[in-house]
């Protein structure tokens, strides 16, 4: 411990190979969490209905073991090393050729890439356990969200509560700071999409982005609200013009708004307060 204590590059390795891991696993909670809950939203019609559930193969997080969904091929642990086994394959199935996503070996390295920089940050540390677990659910709540428009509350609402019980010390934020950034979060979105329901007729997000927001609000507290709704906005409002104008994409169809709350979340967790004091320093 004391040698992690006085190599803190040691330590950033260490966590880089354990994000590895993670992001592998992460790729499992992106695909299968969304599986998982439209199954039980099934189930439960049919409750509601008088009838029995479906009968479904048993399927969560850990089983089945992951193969390839055109050819069925069960994926090996040589199969599996993170991005190693994506370069190797040549981004293929062994078995039927057919490509696998390079979205695979990316959430890993960013992941791996996110929590080195954490370990690097702070170190061994109360806080570099918390900001883990924050970086890596923001991760997977993005990428649900961009394949889906969903925030599940099976995560949004146990890393609100996760940030209240990491400030109970004032690790990240003064408590009651944590609570009202609890509280802001969600009722700034809540305010605005009543505001655009009122104005339009129409909904301009989900209440998943509420609960993002409330619960990045809990883990950082109010300052940095500001912080992570001018970046997630300006960002999104960027892209989302580009889309329309570039490629010609349809103002119908709703573009996911919690990558960009979740990249400002992050850009505040690292950033946040010196991008605040250097706003501040310019009045």
Not at 70 to 85: D, F, K, M, Y
Not at 154 to 162: A, N
Not at 229 to 248: E, T
Request: proline share 6%.
């Amino acid at each position: 411990m004391e040698l992690l204590y006085a190599e803190p590059a040691l330590l950033a390795g260490l966590v880089l190979l354990l994000g590895l891991l993670v992001g592998s696993f992460l790729n499992v909670v992106i695909h299968r969490l969304p599986n998982m809950i439209e199954a039980e939203w099934h189930a439960q019609c049919a409750e509601l209905r008088g009838e029995s559930p479906p009968e479904v193969p048993r399927y969560n997080l850990w089983v089945p073991r992951s193969a390839c969904p055109r050819c069925g091929h069960p994926i090996t642990a040589l199969e599996n090393v993170p991005i190693l086994s994506w370069l190797w394959l040549r981004g293929r199935c062994s078995a039927c050729g057919t490509p696998i996503s390079a979205r695979y070996p990316l959430v890993e390295l960013l992941t791996a890439l996110l929590s080195a920089a954490v370990a690097w940050k702070w170190g061994v540390s109360v806080q570099t356990g918390g900001a883990l677990l924050l970086v890596w659910t923001l991760i997977a709540l993005a990428f649900i969200d961009l394949d889906t428009t969903l925030l599940p509350d099976s995560l949004t609402l146990p890393l609100l509560w996760l940030g209240l019980l990491f400030n109970l010390n004032g690790h990240f934020t003064s408590l009651p700071d944590a609570v009202i950034g609890a509280m802001a979060g969600y009722g700034v979105l809540w305010s605005v999409y009543w505001l655009f329901k009122l104005a339009t007729g129409k909904e301009g997000m989900g209440f998943g982005d509420f609960k993002l927001l409330a619960a990045i609000g809990a883990w950082l507290g109010w300052q940095m609200l500001p912080v992570t709704l001018l970046l997630s906005s300006a960002v999104g409002a960027v892209i989302g013009i580009g889309m329309i104008v570039l490629v010609k994409h349809d103002r119908r169809v709703p573009i996911p708004f919690g990558p960009y709350l979740a990249g400002g979340g992050l850009v505040a967790l690292f950033f946040g307060a010196d991008l605040t004091q250097a706003y501040l320093a310019g009045f």
